[in-house]
């Protein structure tokens, strides 16, 4: 019996070892561009640089965590021919085993930015972030999750704030069980906003930003082409109706020019013969004293006559307009 039981002990061992080997040996971080790289692994913390990371030695197993810091970005690649994982600064993540998340691998994104490229292999890729997961068959895609200044009540606060930015594929989101928000999916070229903590929450959906695109476009996969650029709102030029000829046609003023001609001598004529009137009624008052009766009647009759026709004269130019023009 102990001589049986050494054999099989021996298989168990090397059995073990392995799958030990696989789970540490199919998380491949492969390129990086920074300085700051943390690996927190069994309760060991092991800071990489940049050169390390190039030289292609660094492996995780799964649910390590990966922190980058200012300025430092890396790509990581989970299994052979799995999903690609860009990393973007100041983010932290752990890689979880099958099963935590649903029937493949997942990522926990902590906080951050990352952008996931996965091809069609069967199973889904998951991407949890404070209890909402956001699933990708296929297809290339952006999560970032932040927080954001906010108000609760009469007091400041910082909410997470989750956005996917889906660039080719679809990705089903599933909201957290205290949001009530039933699932739902992005497509391509679309953006969500979700708010993740409190139960009062809502879905911001938008058109792709291009300067999203730009961002991963710089600090993305290093051997992957770039997204294409989104269409701008407004960009298709609208037809423009064939005119055949525009003529410009003067508008005729002669008319104006008549009236304004009749008016100012209408205006001219009144006050002549307003002056007229007074200066008679003035010597009327004259002769009126002096006693001469006569020429003084005669004065005021002529200078009432002449203040009349001056008042005709001004009412008509008043009245006086040009014609309306057809």
């Known amino acids: 019996m102990k001589k049986c039981s050494i054999p099989v002990l021996i298989l168990l061992v090397m059995g073990f070892s392995v799958l030990s080997a696989q789970d540490q040996g199919d998380i491949h971080v492969y390129a ?3 300085s700051e790289f943390i690996v927190l692994s069994q309760g060991k913390r092991i800071i990489y640089s940049e050169d390390r990371i190039r030289e292609g030695s660094v492996f995780l197993s799964r649910g390590d965590m990966f922190q980058t810091g200012p300025q430092s970005f890396a790509e990581i ?12 600064e100041n983010t932290s993540l752990r890689v979880n085993v099958p099963g935590e998340a649903g029937p493949s691998d997942s990522v926990n994104l902590f906080y951050g930015r990352v952008r996931i490229k996965r091809e069609a292999s069967g199973g889904l890729f998951y991407i949890q972030t404070g209890g909402t997961s956001s699933e990708i068959g296929s297809g290339d895609a952006g999560v970032d999750y932040t927080l954001r200044p906010g108000t609760s009540g009469a007091a400041p606060s910082m909410n997470p704030i989750l956005e996917v930015s889906v660039f080719s594929g679809e990705v089903r989101v599933i909201p957290g069980a205290s949001l009530s928000i039933t699932p739902f999916t992005v497509s391509a070229y679309e953006g969500i906003s979700l708010e993740t903590s409190g139960s009062f929450s809502y879905v911001q959906r938008y058109f792709l930003d291009n ?3 730009a961002y991963w476009n710089l600090h993305g996969f290093s051997n992957v082409p770039p997204i294409a650029a989104a269409a701008e709102p407004g960009s298709v ?11 410009y046609v003067p508008p005729d003023y002669t008319p104006y020019m008549k009236a304004n001609k009749a008016k100012n001598l209408g205006i001219g004529a009144g006050i002549l013969f307003s002056v007229a009137g007074l200066t008679l009624q003035g010597f009327g008052l004259h002769y009126l004293t002096d006693g001469q009766y006569n020429n003084a009647e005669l004065c005021f009759i002529g200078g009432t006559a002449s203040m009349g026709v001056g008042l005709i004269s001004l009412i008509s130019s008043i009245i006086t307009n040009p014609p309306k023009q057809q």
Not at 77 to 88: K, S
Not at 237 to 247: A, G, H, L, M, Q
């Open 32 to 34: 990086a561009q920074g």
């Open 77 to 88: 690649r989970i299994g052979p021919g799995g999903p690609l994982v860009a990393v973007a």
């Open 211 to 213: 300067s999203i695109i």
């Open 237 to 247: 030029t609208p037809e423009t109706p064939s005119v055949s000829e525009i003529r």
